[in-house]
């Protein structure tokens, strides 16, 4: 059999080899190019400020061809040093999450429906103005209520100012920090700040009440903090749950919850008794020591045991280690002390205790704020009316200690609810999670039923903007401009520009901008003669010590500081007298205790648990739960129960239960963890989860929030702060409520069981007593 | 010459999870995939016996490889300054080494189908910057350097104790080492030990049965055809006349 | 195809005595034998055997040289290093590895495609069928070759003898098995199982034809009298008496089909050429054989 030899077979031949090489030599690699990383032409780093939670930290961020990739510390800043956590880390995620609110729209369904028609801004801003003014008008323009936080939040707030309205609330006083910072401004004449001026890095002993460092995380307070204990410092750490500080801690004291206010009388019994005080400051610059002294001759550590279930010597031991190591004793003034609605008063005492043990302006205390040594200029705009009423939250009179700058949102919940003493019509909410913040959250649903307008600015599609009549999207923080963040109380004084990193990647707005468009929209245009941040800066620069463009180059300024007194040098302190106020003539006048006292908070019932929650140190509130890099991370809260009463109830590690509240009130399944470090009458439940986030469509949600579950609340009759740890749930598995079967106390003592106390309410406020002195402005921190 | 290494602090951690995100941030590692990590372990123990600690991992860079050994292709080898590093080029995502690794140190990336793991951040070591985990750890929990320098962080933490995680059945040289003056390690290494390298079955069929018996047969059809041309040489060739 | 009028009566005759058989041959026999020659392979079939050995070559080498890790490794540490010089990198020896291994397996694409019928169908039929006397061959062959089996008693071979197909059977299914596997490896087609799976089967189709070639070296062109064998694969040639003697049933496969197309033409011109069972030896027969014109020959 012949076959033909011909050019077509050799011809094939050679088309093998040649494609067999090319595919050869791609073979492998094609995919590998595709994925790998093509040397970017262009590559920035540009130094801006964080906003993933609100402590401000100063990051480089990474700019490749005009893409954010990565995320670093800025070495520079004094607070942060170069380093910043996984939230921080996580912001490129933030700028490219899925589900980021691209667009302004108005809704055209009805409210919660989940209908909108994309608008552009103009439309927008024209719709929103118009239904504000159509409020105004029916109404008055204090009908118009705004909701806010964070630092764009101070532009919107300013708006409304300039407007007129005086309504408007962020929860970071009264669900944060409101009842520490009155506590210690009634015994100390100022706040400890944000950042708190805290010396962890230098102190012998660390107190912590609660405030979980470690899991909550300010990155520039934890480097001190590692840097404290790493140096030999003891830390004591007081707190139902067994936290990373607990781990860290030489004294874990496992606290029955709401009894926080008892440990610290004892400490101060003790101190007092056995002359473990700083006689000289006391005697210098304190004043009340002797009624203190007889007011605490009763609060023995043994009085202390039954109520706190701590052993009395360890509360003596615990005592006598601060004596010796005073003054560096750091007694952290917690941050979020919204727990029981009697926190000025367990503030007070913290105070009182740090106080005794001289601690203010010494090295291992608390440091001072120092002066900032240069100042900046101020726009030439009008100044804001005064408003024609009062605002309806009651900041300022109702609680006269309250901070006006920040309000009361729970207040404004209910003055929008009962439509007295005027009816609010309007709401603006700003960058603030209300159904995640506010408690009774029916109450806050509620209330935008009266509403006419209800308007939301925001950056993810969170619960609140489901019901929003039109969503304004706002510019993350790392594609906008805000003002300038000055720090007088830290170990260098500084101030810090947040700038854009980027260009934006949807069609969103900065803060600035759009409470400038709105404002123009409302007749203020006198108080916006700018076009663009970036000139408002550098004009508050222009006159400075601070030169814009090595601010802009560096992403902070820094002075130094003088945190420490000289020796032998008195502190004036902002009070009456100039000296700490043991004994508060004010609060006697305002017609509350003096001193602190021990006021018991109700136990839970029987086969219920106090609910108590907190943060983690991979999310922020409920800002981070659809960010990919941290949900992989942790997607969902375990909660925290007793390994013994778990047991007790038939449960095992991981099993899935409903947790019910007091009103009936019920999560989706969530998964426990059973360990030791939970007390028994109490189970943990991380924050910031399980928001009914409908927008959020890359992202499983589940009903796993504990502000779902925080149906009551007390208040804070001397703040107006909500106490949020005042709600108490059962177990439910497969439909059968769990209840458990032993008495557990970790420590071996039991406490005395207390119930059914009536809750100061309303009919103890006073309404007609004008405080003395002025409540703080805190425009720093949240 | 160097020898990377990095000691953990277990005493300064307190697993805040920032080392997981800047690596991930560092090296587009996609989710749920990484490159390094902290595993948390619940509370537990007896009170006032608690102990609540993390895994904090990477990979170990181990002075014997077992990765290394199992790699078809070379594309992962240990260079002279002791990181373990995977030649993309090389890796044809086979992922035996994924599986040989104890620490579980690997993973297959989606993206572009090959292996990728920790290389020290050696972009950034050679350019005389921490590695991003060293960098970003609030608690400066992490040390990195070199073992073969008495005068470093590195080789003075352990002088002083830092051990690493291995086990009595597997010890394979790793250069990650922990220092903790709590008895924390301990319970970190009762619930993550080291793995015994493991060898899918394919490959144990190979290098336990078909590789010795190729070997044989080979040697053995060599060895054949040599004496049987050694016998035609010495019979002489025969004719095709019989 | 054009009448080979130039065969000799004698040449018709042999044939058809010795398609009777085998037998074995007198020395005449043998010499008019030994003189003739039979085409076996065409350009084709010898440029397919050559690609395939060179490819094979190409492929081994470098193949052994990757798998440098310790737990699968194959070749000696010197082999190893060896290539790692002459290739400079890894990277390029893998790259050169894949592209021989695409070329190959092309190569085989295009012959098994376009030359369906007279490549692929015709290798299967005689190159892999096993049929009785290849059986009993094994056992024939060895003693063979020690001596007590004369090449006359071994049982009848066809175009490739059993042990050449027990070959051609281990090449066919490694080359399936690599055509498979390899694509897999080098493009990632599966997940790390498949990928792993086929590894490990690469790398037994690719020892178990490596084991045997020595065997088919040697048998094919070192072992003398396999001589023509190798020169086939050159040439495309045999000459007959080693095809009778080694290949009978393929001899006489090729013998009953130029027989039929000698009778064929034949008739036409009205010339009957006798059956094969009528000749019984050489001198028995007596053939008249004409030309188109009708010139006695």
Same mark, same amino acid.
């Given at each position: ?34 994925? &790998? ?8 780093? %540009?130094?801006? @400020? ?8 100063? !990051? ?6 005009? /893409? ?29 999450? /899925? ?42 323009? *204090? ?46 004449? *100022? ?6 001026? %805290? ?48 781990? +860290? ?34 005697? +210098? ?6 009624? $203190? ?35 560096? @004793? ?22 009182? $205790? ?59 919940? /209910? ?8 009816? !609010? ?15 009774? /959250? ?31 999207? =706002? ?8 003002? $300038? ?83 032998? &040098? ?59 890099? $941290? ?125 059914? !106390? ?25 | ?29 996609? #989710? ?78 989606? &993206? ?124 002489? =060739? ?5 | ?41 065409? #350009? ?6 050559? #690609? ?127 055509? %498979? ?22 790398? #037994? ?58 009778? &064929? ?16 030896? !050489? ?15």
């Amino acid at each position: 059999m012949e076959k033909k030899i011909s050019r077509r077979s050799f011809l094939k031949l050679s088309g093998a080899v040649g494609t067999g090489v090319a595919v050869g030599l791609s073979a492998g690699t094609s995919k590998a190019k595709a994925a &790998e990383r093509i040397k970017p032409k262009k590559v920035e780093k %540009i130094a801006s @400020v964080c906003e993933q939670c609100f402590w401000r930290c100063g !990051i480089i961020a990474t700019v490749e061809d005009g /893409k954010l990739t990565n995320i670093e510390g800025n070495p520079l800043h004094p607070n942060n040093r170069g380093k910043i956590c996984a939230r921080g880390n996580a912001g490129v995620a933030l700028v490219y999450e /899925k589900d980021r609110i691209k667009n302004p729209m108005i809704r055209v369904g009805e409210r919660g429906s989940g209908k909108w028609k994309e608008v552009s801004w103009n439309e927008a801003l024209d719709y929103t103005a118009e239904k504000l003014l159509a409020v105004s008008k029916k109404y008055g323009v *204090e009908s118009n209520a705004l909701f806010s936080h964070g630092a764009s939040a101070a532009f919107i707030n300013d708006m409304y100012k300039f407007w007129g309205s005086p309504n408007n609330a962020a929860p970071s006083f009264a669900q944060c920090r409101g009842s520490r910072d009155v506590g210690y401004e009634l015994t100390y004449g *100022e706040a400890l700040g944000s950042p708190e001026r %805290i010396d962890l890095s230098n102190a012998k002993v660390i107190v912590l009440i609660g405030s979980a460092l470690g899991e909550n995380i300010h990155t520039g307070q934890i480097v001190d903090f590692t840097n404290g204990l790493a140096k030999g410092a003891k830390l004591i750490a007081v707190d139902p749950r067994f936290s990373t500080a607990a781990s +860290k801690a030489k004294w874990w004291l496992p606290i029955k919850p709401g009894t926080d206010t008892a440990l610290v009388l004892a400490w101060i019994h003790v101190i007092i008794k056995e002359k473990g005080y700083d006689v000289n400051f006391i005697r +210098k610059s304190a004043t009340g020591f002797t009624e $203190l002294k007889n007011h605490v001759k009763d609060f023995t550590p043994e009085w202390a045991e039954k109520i706190t279930e701590i052993p009395a010597e360890k509360i003596r031991e615990t005592a006598r280690a601060m004596m010796k190591a005073k003054p560096a @004793v750091v007694v952290h003034p917690g941050r979020h002390v919204a727990w029981y609605g009697n926190d000025v008063q367990r503030a007070r005492s913290m105070a009182i $205790l740090s106080a005794l043990l001289g601690t203010w302006g010494q090295k291992g205390g608390y440091f001072l704020k120092s002066k900032f040594p240069t100042s900046y200029n101020a726009l030439n705009i009008p100044d804001a009316p005064k408003p024609k009423r009062e605002r309806v939250d009651g900041a300022g009179y109702r609680f006269p200690l309250a901070s006006t700058g920040e309000g009361l949102t729970q207040e404004l919940v /209910k003055a929008t609810l009962s439509q007295k003493p005027y009816p !609010i019509k309007s709401w603006m909410v700003f960058g603030q999670n209300i159904f995640n913040s506010i408690p009774s /959250k029916k109450d806050t649903k509620k209330a935008i039923d009266n509403l006419d307008f209800y308007a939301v600015v925001d950056v993810r599609p969170t619960e609140p903007t489901w019901y929003a009549d039109v969503i304004l999207p =706002e510019d993350t923080y790392l594609e906008r401009y805000d003002s $300038l963040i000055t720090v007088t109380g830290w170990y260098k004084q500084y101030v810090s520009l947040r700038q854009p990193v980027i260009k934006r990647v949807h069609n969103t707005r900065p803060g600035w901008w759009i409470a400038m468009e709105l404002g123009k929209r409302l007749g203020l245009k006198d108080f916006y003669p700018y076009k663009d941040y970036e000139d408002v800066i550098k004009f508050q620069l222009k006159d400075s010590a601070i030169s814009f463009t090595k601010l802009k180059k560096d992403g902070v300024f820094t002075f130094p500081a003088t945190p420490y007194l000289n020796n032998g &040098e008195s502190y004036q302190f902002n009070t009456p007298n100039k000296k700490v106020q043991l004994y508060s003539k004010e609060l006697k006048e305002l017609g509350f205790d003096p001193m602190p006292k021990y006021e018991p908070v109700n136990d839970p019932g029987k086969g219920y648990f106090r609910l108590v929650y907190g943060l983690m140190p991979v999310h922020s509130h409920g800002k981070t739960e659809s960010n990919p890099w $941290l949900n992989t991370i942790i997607s969902e809260p375990h909660l925290w129960v007793n390994e013994t009463t778990g047991r007790s109830m038939g449960l095992k590690n991981n099993d899935e239960v409903i947790v019910e509240n007091q009103d009936g009130i019920k999560s989706d399944k969530i998964k426990i963890m059973m360990t030791p470090g939970m007390r028994p009458d109490a189970v943990f439940l991380p924050h910031g989860f399980g928001g009914n986030d409908r927008g959020l469509l890359n992202y499983t949600r589940r009903n796993v929030s504990d502000n779902n579950l925080i149906s009551q609340y007390n208040t804070d009759p001397i703040s107006g702060g909500t106490g949020l740890r005042v709600n108490f749930v059962r177990l439910i598995k497969e439909n059968k409520i769990l209840s458990p079967t032993v008495e557990v106390s970790i420590t071996g003592v039991s406490a005395n069981k207390v119930s059914g !106390i009536k809750h100061k309410g309303e009919s103890d406020r006073r309404f007609h007593i004008q405080p003395k002195k002025k409540q703080s402005a805190i425009r720093e921190g949240c | 010459m160097s020898k990377y290494a990095m000691v953990i602090d277990m005493d300064r951690c307190i697993a805040c999870h920032a080392c997981e995100v800047a690596c991930r941030s560092h090296y587009d590692v996609p #989710v749920p995939y990484y490159r390094n990590w902290v595993h948390d372990l619940q509370p537990q123990g007896v009170y006032p016996d608690i102990k609540k600690v993390s895994y904090v991992g990477l990979c170990n860079h181990c002075d014997d490889a077992p990765c290394v050994k199992a790699c078809p292709t070379g594309a992962t080898y240990k260079r002279k300054d002791g990181v373990v590093v995977v030649d993309k080029d090389l890796c044809i995502g086979c992922g035996l080494c994924a599986e040989a690794c104890p620490y579980g140190a690997r993973y297959v990336n989606p &993206e572009n189908d090959k292996i990728d793991k920790c290389d020290f951040c050696i972009d950034r070591v050679s350019e005389g910057i921490e590695p991003a985990c060293v960098e970003t750890c609030i608690a400066s929990a992490r040390i990195f350097g070199d073992m073969d320098d008495p005068n470093s962080n590195v080789s003075k933490l352990v002088a002083k104790g830092a051990l690493p995680n291995v086990s009595a059945k597997v010890n394979v040289g790793p250069n990650i080492y922990y220092k903790d003056s709590n008895k924390n390690f301990q319970v970190v290494q009762a619930a993550f030990p080291p793995k015994m390298p493991k060898m899918p079955t394919p490959q144990k069929m190979w290098t336990k049965v078909l590789r010795p018996l190729f070997w044989l047969a080979i040697g053995g059809s060599f060895l054949g055809q040599f004496a049987a041309f050694s016998t035609q040489l010495f019979k002489g =060739e025969s004719d095709i006349k019989e | 195809m054009g009448l080979r009028i130039s065969k000799l009566n004698e040449d018709i005759a042999l044939d058809h005595i010795l398609l009777k058989g085998p037998r074995h041959l007198t020395f005449d026999e043998k010499r008019i034998l030994a003189s003739r020659v039979m085409k076996k392979h065409g #350009v084709g079939g010898i440029t397919l055997h050559w #690609v395939n050995a060179i490819s094979w070559f190409f492929l081994i080498l470098t193949g052994t040289a990757l798998l440098s890790a310790s737990y699968l490794q194959f070749a000696p540490d010197w082999f190893i290093s060896m290539m790692d010089g002459i290739f400079g990198t890894r990277s390029a020896m893998l790259h050169f590895h894949i592209a021989i291994g695409v070329f190959w397996v092309l190569t085989l694409l295009i012959y098994g495609i376009f030359g369906y019928k007279n490549y692929l169908l015709d290798f299967i039929k005689h190159d892999l069928i096993i049929d009785k006397d290849d059986l009993n061959w094994f056992p024939a062959k060895a003693k063979n070759l020690i001596g007590k089996l004369s090449h006359y008693d071994m049982p009848q071979q066809g175009t490739y003898n059993a042990g050449q197909k027990a070959y051609a059977i281990v090449v066919a299914f490694s080359t399936v098995t690599l055509v %498979i596997t390899g694509p897999i490896m080098a493009f990632h087609l599966g997940s790390t199982t498949v990928i792993q799976w086929a590894m490990m089967l690469h790398f #037994v189709a690719t020892m178990s034809v490596f084991a045997g070639v020595f065997v088919h070296v040697y048998m094919a062109a070192l072992f003398p009298e396999e001589r023509p064998a190798f020169f086939s694969m050159i040439t495309g040639k045999v000459n007959e008496l080693y095809a009778y003697l080694h290949h009978y049933k393929w001899w006489k496969e090729i013998k009953n089909e130029e027989h039929e197309f000698f009778a &064929e033409q034949l008739k036409k011109d009205g010339i009957h050429l006798p059956e094969i069972d009528e000749c019984k030896n !050489i001198d028995d027969h007596q053939v008249k054989v004409f030309n188109l014109e009708g010139k006695e020959l």
